[in-house]
């Protein structure tokens, strides 16, 4: 089974879901977790996520690019299939299946999407220190057909390897190991 340790955006500095990927936001000079076709590593990469953890407000946020945008983008549709979710039994319904904020859209210059970002509140009284088995998910478009019914982008499934696992230790270390397999 292979398990992902996914690296954190910016060491803690919760990134605003505003649109943009600002240096001061994301760090994606760290290696962003792979997100394949129907989350198999066999299968075509279409994007990679970032995920960024604040200790203090108990928030996730997660940033999904994708790899090159004149051959795919993300598909333009409802918030319903753009989601993260932890897997394991302790955290079930612990964070919420919705992000605060929605996915906020980053579009190139013919509007299509080549990222989006959301942040995901976790109950105060949880502790996710260490989440073993989680998913991310969006759904992929060719760039040259955006309304196409789209492809999955993912990080691995429940039943199946390549899920992640997320170190969300606090205070972060200054060094988190980036895979893992």
């Not at 013919?110 to 502790?127: F, R, T």
């Not at 998910?137 to 691995?156: I, K, L, P």
């Amino acid at each position: 089974e292979n398990s992902y340790v996914a690296p954190t955006g910016n060491n803690g500095v919760i990134s605003a879901t505003d649109g943009e990927i600002g240096d001061n936001e994301w760090d994606l000079s760290k290696l962003g977790v792979p997100m394949y076709e129907a989350g198999d590593s066999s299968k075509i990469q279409f994007s990679q996520a970032w995920v960024d953890w604040n200790c203090e407000t108990k928030t996730l946020c997660i940033l999904i690019e994708t790899l090159n945008e004149t051959e795919y983008v993300i598909r333009d549709e409802d918030n319903s299939e753009r989601w993260f979710k932890a897997y394991d039994k302790t955290l079930k319904n612990q964070i919420s299946p919705t992000p605060t904020s929605g996915w906020t859209n980053i579009v190139n210059n013919k509007n299509q999407i080549i990222a989006v970002e959301a942040c995901y509140s976790v109950a105060e009284d949880v502790d996710v220190t260490c989440i073993n088995a989680a998913e991310i998910h969006v759904n992929m478009v060719s760039a040259g057909s955006t309304n196409e019914n789209g492809r999955t982008a993912s990080t691995g499934s429940k039943n199946k390897s390549g899920r992640i696992a997320l170190n969300l230790v606090c205070p972060l270390p200054t060094s988190i190991p980036l895979f893992k397999r």
